[in-house]
Every structure is written in structure tokens, then in C-alpha cells.
């Protein structure tokens, strides 16, 4: 009598970044990348468990865009999802919070951007990259616009992406590790 196949299946994420451990053995480290901005210094620090960029912003109109971006190259073609948790904190006019997935290395123009719901706790965000092929770097980072004295900043605590698997009719993977 059969009673059945059990098939076990790798974990399908990788881990980029997870409360302060970079996974350097693949994304070789997360290093900062930004415009220049007269009126608006940026701050860029390896928390004990996230990734955080502090905006201040010091004269009218300035408009700052600052990214931590993976060293190495990451090949996405098998990954369908992107896992961010993320929160924000401060009083720009403009303050928005984005991944962002680049062939090239120290850019702040990309291929593909996707904005992110953030909130002052942390909040889950799950980018469809199914599109996406081939060798990318990946960003994570923020964009503020202001015209006074203030100040945004943003965490991120966990990046990871994720495979799907076909089986039994069905896709599925193992997408809330959170």
C-alpha cells in the first residue's frame, strides 16, 4: 500500500539582509550610494539590527536621493518576490522610500524602482519581480524633497527574495519568514 511521496525542497529565499547580518557571502556588503545635495546631509548607518539613512535637510529646496546598493551582483532570474520590512521617521515635505533593482552599480537612476509603504513601525512590503532577469544590484534606500529645517529617516531590517515553485497545480514558496 502507498502511502505517499514526501519531497523536500530547499529553502527557496535568499537572504540579503536580517537584523544587521549583510549575508556578505552574497551580496558581498551593502554600501552607501547618493546624490550631493547642497542644504541636505545624509547619514548612512549599520545599526546592530537595520540599515538606516538619516535626511537633514538645512536650506529651501533641497532634494536628497541616498540608497544603501549591494556589492556584488545578484542573478534574480529564478526569483518572483522581493521581501522588504521597512519603517520611516520624520517631517520632509517629500519623503519616499524605495527598492530599486540596477544592472549598473552606483546609480541613482534605475531600471526598475518600486515606492514602499512605510509607516513609524515596522511594515511588510512584497514586490512582484517576476519580470526581472539576469545579474542586478539591489537598492534600498529613500528620496526627499523639502524647503525647511527637517528631518526623515528610514530602516530597513529585513530584505530577502524569493522562488515560487510549481507543484500539484499550485505555486507556492515560503514567502512570510517575517
Known amino acids: 500500500m502507498a502511502i505517499g511521496r514526501t519531497?523536500?525542497?530547499?529553502?527557496?529565499?535568499?537572504?540579503?539582509?536580517?537584523?544587521?547580518?549583510?549575508?556578505?557571502?552574497?551580496?558581498?556588503?551593502?554600501?552607501e550610494v547618493q546624490t550631493t545635495t547642497a542644504g541636505v546631509t545624509a547619514v548612512f548607518t549599520k545599526n546592530v539590527d537595520s540599515l538606516e539613512i538619516e535626511h537633514t535637510h538645512t536650506t529651501t529646496t533641497g532634494t536628497q536621493r541616498s540608497y544603501f546598493q549591494t556589492t556584488n551582483a545578484i542573478d534574480l532570474t529564478d526569483y518572483r518576490a522581493l521581501l522588504v520590512d521597512v519603517q520611516r521617521a520624520g517631517t520632509a515635505d517629500t519623503f519616499d522610500i524605495y527598492m530599486a533593482v540596477d544592472t549598473d552599480s552606483g546609480v541613482t537612476l534605475f531600471d526598475e524602482r518600486y515606492l514602499l509603504t512605510a509607516s513609524t513601525s515596522p511594515t511588510f512590503n512584497v514586490i512582484d519581480i517576476t519580470a526581472i532577469t539576469g545579474s542586478n544590484y539591489i537598492y534600498a534606500g529613500m528620496n526627499t524633497v523639502d524647503d525647511d529645517d527637517d528631518v526623515a529617516t528610514v530602516e530597513f531590517f529585513k530584505i530577502y527574495l524569493v522562488k515560487w515553485h510549481y507543484g500539484n497545480g499550485y505555486w507556492w514558496g515560503h514567502l512570510f519568514y517575517f
Open 7 to 31: 519531497q523536500v525542497i530547499s529553502n527557496p529565499n535568499l537572504f540579503l539582509y536580517d537584523n544587521g547580518n549583510e549575508f556578505q557571502g552574497v551580496t558581498g556588503t551593502f554600501a
